[in-house]
């Protein structure tokens, strides 16, 4: 008994369908995944990096508005 496989019937075309977007879908989320943790850490960077800069204008400006609150 020979089993002949029909590739021509609409199961098969479905089958064809799904497995082509579950492909699709998992290499898409595999690329979406180092974009993000790219995007944190250079979001990270950039506010330790502005911290660094400003950080100590920024202490003295609040320092001194709590002082100035505080004789008041």
Same mark, same amino acid.
């Given at each position: 008994? !020979? !089993?002949? @496989?029909? #590739?021509? &019937?609409? &199961?098969? =075309?479905?089958?064809?369908? /799904? =497995?082509? %977007?579950?492909?699709?879908? =998992? #290499?898409?989320? =595999? +690329?979406?995944?180092? &974009?993000?943790?790219?995007? #944190? $850490?250079?979001?990270?960077? /950039?506010?330790? +990096? /502005? $911290?660094?800069?400003? +950080?100590?204008?920024?202490?003295? $400006? %609040? *320092? @001194?508005?709590?002082? @100035?609150?505080?004789? *008041?």
């Amino acid at each position: 008994m !020979h !089993h002949h @496989q029909d #590739t021509t &019937g609409i &199961g098969y =075309r479905m089958l064809v369908a /799904l =497995r082509a %977007f579950v492909d699709g879908a =998992r #290499t898409d989320d =595999r +690329g979406d995944v180092p &974009g993000w943790v790219m995007i #944190t $850490l250079m979001s990270a960077l /950039l506010v330790a +990096g /502005l $911290l660094a800069i400003a +950080g100590p204008a920024l202490t003295d $400006l %609040f *320092n @001194q508005a709590i002082s @100035q609150v505080s004789t *008041n």
